[in-house]
């Protein structure tokens, strides 16, 4: 969505069964009540694509915390995405 990016992921994969990724990340919008949601589209949007849903299921925001970002404010988030199985 308009006004997030990542600025951060990490890939932890044990065996087939367990795997873990992490995205973090920041977002800003004028409005800045309206930044929740646009991470909750973006979560969203990995959810009903194709090809990172048919191996990711488990998508969630872990948290979300306002931040300063070369002097704006904006919203960090984390989002834990587990496999389909274990995890």
Known sequence: PK???LSA???NKQDEQKADLVLEGMVYL???ETEFD???KFVSSLKQNP???SYF???VVKSMDRAQFED???SKFVISV???KGG
Request: hydrophobic share 50%; aromatic share 16%; no cysteine.
């Open 38 to 40: 646009a991470v909750n």
């Open 3 to 5: 006004g997030l990016w």
């Open 82 to 84: 587990r496999p389909i």
């Open 30 to 32: 004028v409005k800045k």
């Open 51 to 53: 090809s990172f849903s």
């Open 72 to 74: 704006i404010p904006v």
């Open 9 to 11: 992921f990490s890939f």
């Open 57 to 59: 299921k488990n998508i």
